[in-house]
């Protein structure tokens, strides 16, 4: 059954990440003890009142967990969400320190903009909640590495929400059992399109919205004046709160890429490309603060150990593996390629999905949350992994930025012989919005 927040606690201050045995008695009533939940950041449309990822992924904690708290600063959206994901019910905050201090949850989702959720993260797990919490974690690569180190410290679970590891008729997982069962023979290529980036600006400075608290908005970013285009889903294009469609997108393809050349735990050997930029960047800093400035177009070259080259462009959405026996290609919508029709007649090993997902059937993403409440076990998408794939998304952004070829030591987590390049891996943050205790 779910632990006590105090025995969760008692776990984090001792430091251990143990995975708690249970009996199939245990795992039968954990079904019926629904975790209760708290909700950080909804998200909305206004032009179209289209639901918000925080909206979307709470609607699905609430089919299997007690959604209890909203945190929302726009006041519109935090109405919205409480309507949508607890029917009313919810009791709706503006701070989230409030949720963290509720003892009666065990858990949050984080769905804020990008800029918020290390912080957020790290807080909620040193004050003992498990957390799920939207992609792409972290804003630069220092982030992730505290992520990784303060959920090692507390054993919180840490569920990452890339979908792509668990749902979409488990193509995406049975694309990385081909590779690795030597379905396209020696792999040597993998070409991932995320699709181009957004181009905008400049854009009007105006009051903000009464219902916004903007301030908090902007929390760890530096204050600038409104501009609607910083908010809801176009903060997406602002290095200030997000890395463009490189960090968007290139969190779910890259994730599974790596994954499926056994990468997952490890990183690039070099990273470099060309884009089409919003503006100009001097240093790799933005030069003007009204428009986007994250790239539109790009084309960037990732080596990787055992020859792997690895291409991340602008190009149609989707990942094809290459190699000198066969190539396919796999996306959302698709699976498709004579490696994969190969599979009528030779199917691959059992058990070859399950070995992937953890020993287990895969199931939702947040199923396997929920069940890695119960259990202590690590889930499916756990924060150490895909730090290591985002830092590769990172590079390729800070090598745009920079205009030149990254040298990268995956084990050190430096990039070789470049100062201002790891200079850029961390961020300065506002004051009374510093990340503490790491």
């Known amino acids: ?155 919180r679970v840490f569920q990452v929400g890339t979908q792509q590891r668990s749902e979409y008729d488990q193509r995406f997982l049975k694309a990385i059992a081909l590779v690795r069962n030597g379905r396209v023979g020696k792999l040597n290529r993998i070409q991932i399109g995320l699709g181009p980036g957004w181009k905008g600006g400049p854009f009007q400075t105006e009051a903000a919205p009464k219902t916004l608290n903007w301030e908090r908005w902007l929390g760890p970013a530096p204050m600038t004046e409104y501009i609607k285009q910083r908010t809801h889903r176009t903060f997406r294009w602002w290095y200030e709160y997000a890395g463009g469609q490189l960090c968007d997108w290139g969190a779910h393809h890259v994730d599974i890429a790596q994954w499926a050349i056994g990468q997952e735990n490890g990183g690039p050997l070099s990273v470099g490309g060309a884009a089409e930029m919003n503006q100009p960047l001097i240093a790799g800093m933005p030069t003007r603060s009204d428009t986007y400035n994250t790239p539109v177009e790009f084309s960037v070259k990732c080596q990787f150990p055992g020859e792997v080259e690895m291409v991340i462009d602008s190009s149609r959405n989707g990942i094809t593996f290459e190699g000198d026996q066969g190539r396919f290609f796999v996306n959302r919508g698709t699976l498709e390629g004579k490696p994969v029709d190969g599979l009528q007649d030779n199917p691959l090993p059992e058990n070859a999905i399950e070995d992937l997902y953890r020993g287990k059937t895969p199931t939702t993403h947040m199923q396997n949350f929920v069940d890695s409440l119960a259990s202590r076990e690590l889930p499916i998408s756990d924060i150490a992994t895909h730090h290591r794939i985002l830092t590769t998304c990172h590079l390729a952004n800070l090598s745009l930025r920079l205009g030149r070829t990254l040298q990268w030591d995956a084990q050190a987590e430096q990039v070789v012989g470049d100062a201002e390049a790891n200079g850029l891996m961390a961020r300065r943050y506002r004051r009374g919005y510093e990340i503490q205790n790491v």
């Open 1 to 155: 059954m779910f632990q006590s927040r105090r025995t969760f606690l008692a776990r984090g201050a001792t430091g251990a990440a143990a995975t708690v045995a249970c009996s199939a008695t245990n795992l039968i009533a954990a079904k019926n003890d629904r975790p209760t939940l708290g909700l950080i950041g909804a998200g909305w449309q206004p032009d179209t009142r289209r639901q918000g990822r925080g909206i979307a992924i709470g609607r699905q904690a609430a089919e299997l967990t007690d959604v209890s708290v909203i945190c929302e600063l726009d006041s519109v959206a935090a109405a919205f969400a409480n309507k949508t994901v607890s029917g009313g019910r919810a009791k709706i905050v503006d701070d989230y320190r409030t949720v963290l201090d509720d003892q009666a949850i065990n858990a949050v989702l984080i769905a804020t903009p990008d800029h918020w959720h290390a912080k957020i993260a790290i807080e909620a797990m040193r004050a003992g909640k498990d957390v799920y919490c939207e992609k792409p974690v972290a804003v630069t690569i220092q982030e992730g590495q505290w992520l990784r180190k303060v959920a090692q410290e507390t054993g």
